[in-house]
């Protein structure tokens, strides 16, 4: 089976703008989990979707939001960027047993 | 909400040597314990976890004991490679994984 996989591998965007990130879960595996880790505040949970339901959302305020579509694909919405929002940006599906490579997002 | 501290941030030691990283937890009904390793530029892997009702749990090199008790659980790598040189994050849920609390890590550094 392919792993989890995420994209863009890289973005680079400026204050204000919006980003869209994308995870595919291994398949067959319907929960996915985000996580942002900063190298100040480390790793630290966004969100879970299971079944195209958002179960659990972490302490993040409403610029950030996320779906999940019938083929258990998930994005992430991050909307009028910040600096701090520079990270890297983890999927995990299998109830986080297995992370994807990750999304790097720099703020400029 | 759920809070973990890890402990030592960093860990020096020589290969063939045991090293121990340390975890607390703050909330009683967390029962889901997994340990990751992340090398530079890579995703995290988990490499092992526990479960709330169990004590110790092995596998080849690596250990995992939980005190729930006192509300702590630890990481024991035996006859460590350089190999074995990574960050390590220890993290808590209350359920199966679908929501960690992290640690800060552990910078472990295995010299040859």
């Known amino acids: 089976k392919a792993g989890v996989t995420q994209t863009p591998r890289y973005l680079i965007k400026t204050r204000g703008q919006q980003v869209t990130l994308s995870c595919s879960p291994i398949s067959g595996h319907r929960s996915v989990s985000w996580y942002q880790q900063t190298p100040g505040q480390g790793l630290q949970f966004l969100f879970e979707?299971?079944?195209?339901?958002?179960?659990n959302k972490g302490n993040f305020p409403g610029r950030f939001s996320g779906r999940q579509f019938s083929n258990s694909r998930s994005e992430m919405n991050v909307s009028t960027l910040e600096l701090g929002d520079s990270a890297l940006y983890l999927c995990?599906?299998?109830?986080?047993?297995?992370f994807g490579p990750g999304t790097r997002l720099t703020v400029l | 909400g759920e809070n973990v501290e890890q402990h030592p941030s960093t860990l020096s030691v020589q290969e063939g040597d045991s090293a121990v990283i340390k975890c607390t937890y703050s909330d009683s009904a967390s029962n889901y314990f997994p340990w990751y390793k992340q090398e530079l530029g890579k995703r995290p892997q988990l490499i092992i976890d526990i479960r709330s009702n169990v004590g110790e749990k092995k596998d080849q090199r690596i250990a995992v004991t939980l005190n729930k008790t006192a509300k702590h659980f630890s990481l024991h790598i035996t006859e460590t490679q350089p190999e074995d040189s990574a960050v390590y994050f220890c993290a808590a849920s209350m359920g199966a994984g679908n929501m960690l609390t992290f640690g800060g890590g552990t910078r472990l550094m295995v010299k040859p």
């Open positions: 995990a599906s299998s109830l986080s047993r297995y």
């Open positions: 979707y299971f079944s195209e339901t958002q179960r």
